[in-house]
């Protein structure tokens, strides 16, 4: 017997369990399959797999629909899909752009590329600390108030900006292609040892002499 996909959103529960209780013959079941083909608009090898059941009767089965192939709820040519900026070495061996209103004085700056470091606090945790690449670049012409001593405006364009990049190389080739020079920072990874407080009991004191004479 033929196996119908019949959990579709063309067909009402109603209809499906008439279906399901009526006794067919071979003849009424091939009619029955092109009907829903033609109301499915699909193909046949993939919509009706065949069976051999015992008791003549009409299977159905709960397939998962495949996300690949899902149906847009928009055009998909017209609208477009997002998709991120591709910051991997693949795009790191195209030529950047240079900047045209940035004169030689900061061409020639020092740029700093460094991975960020995880936070101490757990307010706001972050999964991906770590898995990045920073750009960033030293402030300069920066004026501070002679009366409070602290930082008012600047008119740095690199002053407080940071790129971000997934990979270390894909930050040095964007440097060397804007003509800024590069001070790496390599990460330090702890060793985090357990910190728990039964491990403050596993250590029983130095070892004593007559352990050692017996080593």
């Avoid at 004085?105 to 770590?130: H, L």
């Amino acid at each position: 017997m033929a196996l119908f996909l019949l959990a579709q959103k063309n067909f009402s529960s109603t209809t499906v369990r008439r279906v399901l209780k009526q006794t067919v013959t071979a003849d009424k079941l091939n009619q029955l399959n092109e009907k829903l083909l033609k109301k499915l608009n699909k193909r046949p090898d993939t919509d009706i797999a065949e069976y051999t059941n015992p008791t003549n009767e009409i299977q159905r089965e709960r397939i998962n629909p495949d996300f690949t192939t899902v149906q847009f709820k928009f055009n998909p040519e017209r609208v477009g899909l997002r998709k991120d900026y591709d910051l991997s070495e693949v795009a790191a061996e195209s030529q950047h752009a240079v900047v045209p209103h940035v004169d030689e004085y900061d061409r020639k700056r020092v740029a700093t590329i460094y991975q960020p470091s995880s936070r101490a606090c757990q307010d706001t945790p972050q999964i991906d600390w770590g898995k990045y690449w920073v750009v960033s670049w030293e402030p300069r012409q920066f004026y501070k108030s002679p009366l409070m001593h602290y930082g008012t405006a600047t008119n740095d364009p690199f002053g407080k900006h940071e790129v971000k990049f997934n990979t270390l190389k894909s930050a040095i080739n964007m440097c060397r292609d804007q003509g800024f020079g590069v001070d790496i920072i390599m990460p330090r990874h702890r060793f985090h040892s357990r910190q728990a407080y039964i491990d403050n009991f596993n250590w029983k004191g130095d070892p004593k002499k007559e352990e050692i004479d017996d080593d």
